[in-house]
């Protein structure tokens, strides 16, 4: 096994985040035709290593995979460029989308497109609400449940996390209540 330099490192690697378009799982042939193959750095078994214990670690695969290539390669710092090498042509390309997206959204059409879809979203909120209303408030404590978590999000901009808090303690107390009423 020869060691590469720490610039064709990085180039097989950029050629690599180039050509993987489909995800984590596609980096297996592309490693092996480029590292394995054709460079002969690592064996084919070792790189079935490294992504096995890629998929096993937080974070992307394909980062994964091309670090402990680079560790094994050039050490720490060949780690480093392999990191530098796949990631490099993802972060051009969504740069380039990103400011696309911009002047997109600055257009007035595009403006307009979203004013309509935010009424939209209101309106799909509302058929959401009147659809659940004949479920969900069937009795007097669903509709003060209902009035409260209304009354508390609307005119107190309460957060929803003790709306909810307080919707399941009082549903608790109504069904205690209810218990202790029936004995």
């Given at each position: 096994m020869n060691k590469p330099s720490l610039i064709e490192l990085y180039f097989v690697f950029l050629k690599t985040g180039i050509e993987l378009l489909g995800g984590g799982f596609v980096i297996v042939p592309l490693l092996t035709k480029n590292i394995v193959n054709k460079k002969g750095w690592i064996t084919k078994d070792d790189l079935m290593k490294y992504y096995a214990l890629s998929q096993s670690l937080p974070g992307i695969i394909?980062?994964?995979?091309?670090?402990?290539?680079?560790?094994?390669?050039?050490?720490?710092?060949?780690?480093?460029i392999s990191i530098l090498g796949i990631i490099t042509s993802p972060f051009i390309i969504i740069c380039a989308i990103a400011n696309i997206l911009n002047q997109l959204t600055n257009l007035t059409i595009?403006?307009?497109?979203?004013?309509?879809?935010?009424?939209?979203?209101?309106?799909?909120?509302?058929l959401a609400v009147k659809e659940m209303w004949e479920?969900?408030?069937?009795?007097?404590?669903?509709?003060?449940?209902?009035?409260?978590?209304?009354?508390?999000?609307?005119?107190?901009?309460?957060?929803?996390?003790?709306i909810i808090a307080g919707a399941i303690l009082y549903g608790i107390l109504i069904k205690i209540a209810g218990k202790w009423a029936g004995r």
């Open positions: 394909a980062v994964n995979t091309a670090t402990f290539v680079g560790y094994n390669l050039r050490g720490k710092t060949g780690a480093l595009i403006e307009d497109i979203f004013y309509g879809v935010g009424i939209a979203v209101i309106i799909l909120v509302y479920f969900s408030v069937i009795d007097f404590p669903s509709f003060v449940i209902f009035t409260g978590a209304f009354c508390a999000s609307f005119f107190f901009n309460i957060s929803p996390v003790w």
